[in-house]
């Protein structure tokens, strides 16, 4: 036997192991074995770290050295180096301004902000030991609500908490807990939320991969305090990863005897199991995930009556979020007033965000409530990418909306994103540098929408799809006057007349951008005009003739032949055929080529006289 | 098989969704045949039309003949706004494939998808259960080579 | 498991195996792996350090390395560190020399003065 040395924790999170994670762990397995090292040191697969931009990335204990972008050529060096002569490998560390190396984890800026909660394990911990999860206080929450505590008592801390729903809506978790507890029948179920398909999330995946005991024992506490001897995971079937880790989890806590009959001895006997999606956004929906699980189309139907009253198999039934869950356990051991004394009047304890888009350090974070957008963004984001400015961030994907500068320092909470027309959602935060087209961006989220409608309901169903024709309409450089009013007013008539949550806010991107950015909107119709130059129909390609070389290299490479000229007259686009493929501009060798924002001249007068073609022929 | 596939569950309604996915897994073709709905429909006891209905509801099923290889192309806004168009444009020259066909030879079916839950290394695809991320058109081209190869 | 007191001998047995993360040790052995550390047989300082330790159970103390020191004539080197006290700096260790070390002064406290070629920081 001998002593292990160094813990060498892989971030194995899907965002890592798609950037090659898996060849670098076999690599230094591989490596150690050459070298007889196997003995001294321990290789552990975590959950995700964190900051997936960085990937794959790795920590290595006791120092807490910090790697980036290793790649398995990087392996053989870092145990060279490292392993046996106790030199970290500098050029792999991360980096401040002044290239300064940043010598361990928690020295860098990008975790110096966030309070891990949720998050507490995830890349620490081996997600498929149950020991370790035990080792860091795991369990501890679940014995001592079921030997030491009523199911009363237990909704009670809850309540004081004051924790809300993570997944969107934000609604109060003790609220839902107390109706089915006070419900005397006999049968009750409970349902994780692990449907997550917000565009931009992925902190619900990061969790159950990374730390599953925790949901799992979230889970159990959960059901205790309502009464349910069965509970559900519903998880999305594009997550095999964290499909495979919580089926793992409930065997073990079943073998560990955390799970099953007379729990801690006592009379509380409980069972799991996993179900899974089949590829539909709308079953994040909490009656459309009910029906999926009852194996039919998920459909939403409409409440009440609620799942609390009338739920799965038509019983009492609690759909709580991923993230929500993994709160409870921290909540019962450091108690309600840790957890309340974090974050705002209405919205307690931490967030965990998704930074994605045009941002420095994307990845999963996790921040009290009642930061700014600016904090979040610049300090714990470390702002945009090159040499661009911030423009706009979506927050709570399809369904939120889109904020700009003038409300960097707003809080995050609950209240206050959705005073401002947009909302947490789960937490994605897609940031946009001034580069971004907000009509077309809207546009996106617009057909995301379109696409993932059930189809059950008119006003989603039909309204949706005659915003977005305006949307592709207004886009196409065939926009209107009143094109803008009407989209706020179907907007805001779906708003009221859907059925459920996702019709309900899926016109907010759109009334978002209108409210902070109806300029570009009005530029867009009015003088067919991308300023941005992103919609192709509202912007040309144009050579300029005093640098051009007169070369015909774009003429041989355009795909419609319609660069014409000769070396003494340079070249000229014909711009009724231009499809804007823009391959001309990536081969000119002196750069004459460029975007120009708006409608070509020669494209307007064409169209119009179409149009005055086209009524003529009406009448 | 199928009837293999179908006794590992109990014959309750609410297993059909598992059921469907072990066999269009477990099928080279990657669907689900009108023979494996009836033999399905019977185990289950309930109506082929309600099968069906499910099937034709949720994006990952198919019920057409498909590639070896599913690739499905994340198309939500974190990976457009990294560039998945061009990943696209990619994907089609070198599969010779329109989204939603399947190549000549029976190798790939070239599919987009919603939001795969990977955007911190957008633009991302999935080929079967594995992720690919930070994507280029020339980390495309390898990933496509390499899997060409090992047939 | 029926107790909370089950599960808190599983918690202490698990957090002894994860304790490389923890940093709540009472000695921390470094040992010195520059190349002419290595040279001279640090890595058999080292392997004997983490043997030793393990099959005495000694479950508070850590073992680490670290780079070049500079002091080349007194290779292999290894640091004892302990919380409140001065450093100890031994030089010229041997696998015998190691497992004096360890029952002296790790299990013992008492330093052994004839192998120490550095005190303090």
């Not at chain 1, 993994?326 to 930074?355: C, H």
Request: with cysteine; charged share 25%.
């Amino acid at each position: 036997m001998s002593l292990k040395r160094i813990d060498l924790l892989i971030c194995c999170g899907s965002g890592c192991v798609s950037a090659g994670a898996i060849k670098i762990k076999d690599q230094f397995h591989s490596v150690l074995k050459d070298k007889g090292l196997t003995n001294e040191i321990n290789i552990i697969e975590t959950g995700c770290m964190g900051p997936c931009d960085y990937g794959p990335v790795m920590v290595i204990y006791p120092e807490g050295v910090f790697y980036k972008k290793v790649t398995p050529e990087d392996v053989e060096e870092i145990v060279e180096e490292h392993f046996l002569k106790g030199r970290p490998v500098k050029r792999l560390m991360l980096q401040d301004e002044e290239e300064k190396n940043y010598l361990t984890n928690k020295e860098i800026p990008f975790y110096q902000k966030q309070v891990k909660v949720a998050l507490a394990n995830c890349g620490y911990i081996d997600p498929e030991s149950i020991e370790e999860y035990i080792a860091t206080g795991g369990y501890e929450a679940l014995g001592t609500v079921l030997t030491t505590m009523t199911s009363q008592q237990t909704i009670d801390v809850i309540k004081k908490s004051g924790l809300r729903g993570r997944g969107g809506g934000g609604f109060p978790t003790h609220l839902k807990w107390q109706m089915v507890h006070d419900n005397p029948s006999e049968e009750k179920y409970f349902i994780c939320n692990g449907d997550e398909g917000d565009p931009g999330a992925f902190m619900d995946r990061s969790l159950l991969e990374g730390d599953p005991h925790r949901v799992l024992e979230g889970m159990m506490i959960a059901a205790y305090a309502i009464g349910a001897k069965n509970g559900f995971f519903y998880i999305r079937a594009e997550y095999p990863l964290a499909i495979k880790r919580i089926k793992l989890a409930i065997q073990k806590a079943k073998e560990a005897g955390l799970m099953g009959e007379n729990i801690f001895g006592s009379n509380f006997s409980f069972e799991a199991e996993v179900r899974t999606g089949a590829g539909a956004f709308v079953c994040g929906e909490e009656t459309a995930l009910i029906h999926s699980i009852e194996g039919q189309r998920g459909n939403p139907t409409p409440k009440p009556p609620y799942p609390a009253v009338q739920g799965l198999l038509k019983k009492p039934t609690i759909v709580n979020n991923v993230e929500t869950l993994g709160n409870i356990p921290t909540i019962i051991l450091k108690g309600a007033e840790w957890f309340s004394s974090m974050g705002t009047q209405t919205s307690k304890g931490t967030k965990v965000f998704a930074l994605t888009g045009d941002v420095r350090n994307t990845g999963l974070v996790e921040v009290p409530m009642g930061i700014t957008l600016r904090e979040l963004i610049f300090d714990v984001g470390g702002g945009i990418i090159g040499d661009h400015k911030f423009k706009a961030v979506q927050l709570g994907g399809p369904s939120g909306g889109c904020l700009t500068t003038q409300h960097l320092d707003v809080p995050i909470d609950y209240e206050s994103l959705k005073e401002r027309g947009a909302m947490m959602g789960s937490g994605g935060v897609i940031i946009m540098n001034e580069e971004k087209c907000m009509v077309n961006v809207a546009k996106f989220f617009m057909d995301f929408c379109v696409d993932e409608s059930c189809g059950k309901c008119a006003p989603c169903r039909i309204g949706l799809k005659q915003m977005l024709e305006i949307l592709k309409r207004i886009d196409s450089g065939n926009g209107k006057e009143g094109d803008i009013e009407e989209l706020q007013r179907l907007g805001e008539t779906i708003s009221k007349l859907a059925l459920c949550g996702l019709g309900q806010t899926a016109p907010n991107p759109v009334l978002s951008t209108i409210r902070y950015f109806r300029d570009e909107y009005e530029a867009h119709i009015r003088d067919k005009s991308c300023a941005n130059k992103v919609c192709l129909d509202l912007m040309h390609f144009e050579i300029d003739k005093s640098r051009c070389i007169g070369c015909s290299l774009c003429s041989r490479k355009c795909p419609t032949k319609c660069i014409s000229g000769s070396r003494e007259d340079k070249y000229t686009i014909n711009q009724l055929s231009c499809i804007k493929c823009g391959t001309c501009m990536d081969v000119c060798p002196v750069k004459a080529i460029s975007k120009v924002p708006g409608m070509h001249p020669d494209v307007k007068a064409k169209r119009e006289a179409e149009a005055i073609k086209q009524q003529n022929q009406d009448e | 098989m199928i009837k293999e596939i179908c006794k590992k569950y109990a014959p309750h309604k609410d297993n059909l969704i598992q059921i469907l996915h072990e066999i269009q897994n477990a099928d080279p073709q990657h669907y689900i045949s009108n023979e494996a709905v009836d033999t399905v429909a019977e185990y289950l006891n309930i109506p082929a039309n309600h099968i069906y209905g499910v099937l034709t509801f949720y994006t990952m099923y198919s019920t057409k003949p498909r590639g070896k290889n599913i690739i499905r192309l994340c198309e939500s806004p974190p990976c457009y706004i990294k560039g998945s168009e061009n990943i696209l444009r990619k994907l089609k020259v070198l599969l010779g494939v329109n989204v939603g066909e399947t190549t000549k030879d029976g190798l790939f079916t070239l599919e987009l998808c919603a939001c795969l839950g990977v955007c911190g290394n957008a633009p991302v695809m999935m080929i079967n259960d594995d992720f690919y991320g930070d994507l280029t058109e020339e980390k495309v081209e390898e990933i496509i080579d390499k899997i060409r190869e090992m047939r | 498991m029926k107790t909370l007191a089950d599960l808190k001998k599983i918690r202490e047995k698990a957090q002894e195996e994860m304790k490389l993360r923890g940093g709540t040790t009472r000695i921390k052995v470094v040992v010195g792996m520059g190349t002419s550390g290595i040279a001279m047989g640090a890595r058999e300082v080292m392997k004997t350090f983490l043997e030793e330790i393990a099959n005495r159970n000694l479950t508070d103390v850590l073992v680490t390395q670290t780079g070049e020191k500079g002091l080349s004539s007194l290779e292999p080197v290894v640091d004892i560190i302990e919380e409140g006290k001065p450093k100890i700096t031994y030089g010229n260790m041997t696998p015998e020399k190691v497992k004096k070390v360890i029952v002296e002064h790790i299990v013992n406290g008492r330093i052994v003065s004839d192998y120490v070629v550095a005190t303090g920081n």
